[in-house]
């Protein structure tokens, strides 16, 4: 399928920036620490020119995506080198703002359809400056080009991989990015659906964008697409021109391709040792990349005149003319920013995790039933027993474990959302669609309805059956604590979650919270807490939780209990609550407590998100 070149300059539209030219000198990477560590990569350089698409071949393991990784900006520990844009070194944060990484894995939201996720990005990609009408039409021309179309109203997860593909390259084609790297854009696509995909990228990079893709091992007709090739073989640069040279600088070397052979094929045995060791020659013949190797016609000056050089050197040979890539020109430092604004980030990025929420099975109809579930359970367990002076420590005991069940019931599904997400956030957050911190606040405020819903609808159904004070404000204030413990335990999953990786953070979430039961006045009075032990408990959530829960229904002047047996000492209510060191407890202290905790988690949270961030990479 043809790309009208029409719509191209429409989009080229969006932003006026320069065209960027990528350059990279003496690139190593190296891997683990100590007697572990592995070379990957042995100082390569490279040129990569705006208006040409680049191919970097290499057999498997030869370092061709942990170089692709390293100039995305993905990649930054254990990295040596100098990569330049426009011959000035890159600022990371601004050059993201520039420039797109698409992955070979798809990393994507399933439970969102075709449709919802282009439009999710095309607001966050190309902002508020941009009218609805512009989006939709940018939106219907990729998904035509990228045969889209007929899958428009499907669900992510029921795509197949060629689909999942060409959907995570159409996302990110919506603002026509001055630089885009492509690991392995063709994995999973039949041959038309390739060149279709290459095609799209050729014509992009014919407007003056630098569009460099990793391929396998293309066939001889899609690789005619490039217009540049970059073979790496060992972590080393063996080749760095355009296509028509390379089998040129292959004779050169003694290295005679056969006629009718596809030359992709023949360069790849050659780096993967069928030839004998010739691997040297040809990195040196190259200089590692530091030199661009273009045959003396007229096609190859043309291309060669678009390019910053610094020197040409004439080899004896005098149809080969050997070009040294140099830096020039200048880009500009700015601050890093994104197409949407703030409220607009929050705003679409909430809408699109409540789509998320709402399908998910786990996240709505299980958590539903279980919290109905465990309050039939309960109310049974304890039916009509909150006006019996007689069984009024069971009572209490009802309020204690109420607490244990809003809190593991608010903890755990929110302790997977951000290691279930969190290739999604890498990709995404990298590709500058939209900043940490609007992400941080859209997922917690996503799930705040439901951790209100869910505890009042369990709260409700206890708070009846077992016969509580029909009192609107007391069943209101048991009510806030509830809910209060509801967010506490939403804070600790979702810190727990960004900071750990999955299998440890489903087990911290519930081993993590024993010393805040522990604490919390009713396993142990706290009078009884031994001193050096006793300030823990002014750090415990589940003290002030069950410190309002008690106060809630026992205080504030509370009449005398029923009694079923001929005596009941428990019958004054504020008898109960000295016997848990509670008489001179605060309801508003209790209430103050909790949301101090919940704010300071939430903060915590943030961080450890970012840690985890700049961590993986």
């Excluded at 330049?84 to 399933?110: A, C, M, P, W």
């Excluded at 607490?403 to 959302?417: E, Y």
């Excluded at 209430?591 to 905790?597: D, I, R």
Aim: glycine share 8%; proline share 4%.
């Amino acid at each position: 399928m043809q790309v009208a070149s029409s719509d191209l300059k429409t989009a080229a539209k969006i932003h006026d920036d320069e065209s960027l030219d990528f350059t990279f000198r003496d690139l190593s990477f190296t891997t683990g620490k100590g007697k572990n560590a592995k070379r990957i990569l042995n100082q390569m350089s490279g040129a990569f020119k705006s208006g040409q698409l680049t191919a970097i071949l290499g057999p498997s393991g030869a370092g061709k995506s942990s170089l692709m990784n390293i100039l995305a900006g993905l990649k930054t520990s254990g990295v040596e080198g100098q990569v330049y844009v426009n011959g000035v070194d890159r600022e990371l944060k601004s050059f993201r703002k520039h420039s797109v990484y698409i992955s070979q894995q798809d990393h994507l939201l399933t439970n969102l359809t075709v449709d919802e996720y282009m439009i999710s990005a095309a607001h966050l990609k190309l902002g508020n400056r941009v009218p609805i009408n512009d989006k939709l039409s940018m939106i219907e021309h990729v998904m035509k080009t990228l045969g889209l179309t007929e899958s428009r109203r499907t669900q992510i997860g029921c795509l197949s991989g060629g689909e999942c593909k060409r959907l995570s390259i159409g996302l990110e084609l919506l603002d026509n990015p001055d630089i885009l790297f492509l690991d392995e854009p063709t994995s999973g696509l039949d041959s038309s659906a390739s060149l279709q995909c290459v095609g799209l990228l050729r014509e992009i990079a014919r407007s003056g964008r630098t569009v460099v893709a990793t391929i396998h091992q293309p066939s001889s007709r899609l690789l005619d697409y490039f217009d540049h090739l970059y073979i790496v073989a060992c972590g080393s640069c063996i080749y760095q021109g355009p296509i028509g040279s390379l089998v040129p600088y292959l004779q050169r070397a003694n290295l005679n391709c056969p006629s009718y052979h596809n030359p992709a094929d023949f360069v790849m045995d050659v780096a993967c040792g069928e030839y004998g060791d010739v691997l040297p020659g040809l990195v040196s013949g190259i200089e590692n990349g530091r030199l661009i190797y273009q045959e003396n016609s007229a096609s190859a000056m043309a291309m060669q005149s678009s390019a910053p050089v610094v020197e040409s050197q004439m080899d004896d040979t005098k149809d080969v003319t050997v070009t040294l890539m140099g830096g020039g020109g200048s880009s500009k430092k700015e601050k890093p920013t994104y197409s949407a604004p703030f409220h607009t980030q929050v705003a679409v990025l909430l809408e699109r995790t409540w789509r998320i929420i709402w399908r998910d099975k786990m996240l709505t109809k299980v958590r539903f039933f279980t919290h109905v579930f465990l309050g039939l359970l309960v109310g049974t367990m304890y039916w009509l027993g909150g006006n019996d002076a007689a069984v009024i420590l069971n009572n209490a005991s009802m309020l204690f474990f109420n607490l244990l069940v809003i809190l593991f019931a608010s903890t755990m599904p929110t302790v997977v959302t951000f290691p279930l997400e969190r290739k999604v956030l890498v990709r995404e957050h990298l590709n500058h669609w939209y900043s940490l911190k609007a992400y941080y606040i859209a997922k917690t405020i996503a799930d705040i309805p439901f951790q209100v819903l869910f505890p009042g609808i369990y709260v409700s159904i206890v708070y009846l059956m077992s016969s509580q004070p029909m009192s609107a404000d007391r069943f209101a204030m048991l009510m806030g604590i509830t809910i209060s413990l509801a967010l506490c335990g939403q804070g600790i999953g979702l810190l727990l979650g960004a900071f750990f990786d999955i299998q440890v953070a489903v087990f911290l979430a519930p081993t993590g919270c024993i010393p805040f039961v522990l604490f919390a006045g009713f396993l142990v009075n706290l009078n009884s807490v031994p001193y050096y032990m006793s300030w823990m408990t002014y750090f415990s959530f589940m003290r002030y939780a069950f410190e309002g829960s008690m106060l809630s229904i026992y205080s504030f002047d509370r009449p005398l209990l029923t009694c079923s047996k001929m005596y009941c000492h428990l019958r004054y209510p504020h008898k109960l609550l000295e016997q848990f060191d509670m008489a001179e407890s605060s309801y508003f202290l209790s209430v103050v407590g909790m949301l101090t905790f919940f704010l300071v988690v939430r903060v915590i949270g943030y961080f450890a998100l970012s840690f985890k961030l700049k961590y993986m990479r």
